[in-house]
């Protein structure tokens, strides 16, 4: 299976609704590597890496988030994969 990297911004209310924690246990589940963080711009910055159908999904999640997020933008740059992410955390 091919291997890919995203490295996405999600923009709206995004902080302070779990985003990151659900970001990483669905990371987790869909075997997908990478972190995920606040930004002190009031973003969240996730790198996703893994095979495409898992990075995709969880691309598209993002559109969505939690709950209680409100998404207002996803920008989405695809990168060349590392592997050397080492499983999937929330970065601080």
């Known amino acids: ?6 490295h996405v911004m999600i923009s709206g209310q ?8 659900y970001a990483r246990d669905r990371a987790r589940q869909a075997g997908v590597e990478g972190w995920v963080r606040n930004l002190t711009d009031g973003r969240v910055e996730a790198i996703f890496e893994g095979i495409r159908p898992a990075v995709q999904r969880l691309v598209s999640w993002c559109y969505s988030g939690p709950m209680h997020a409100e998404v207002e933008k996803v920008e989405v740059t695809w990168e060349e994969p590392t592997g050397k992410e080492g499983g999937f955390s929330i970065a601080w």
């Open 1 to 6: 299976m091919e291997r890919v990297r995203a």
């Open 14 to 21: 995004v902080q302070g609704v779990d985003f990151r924690a």
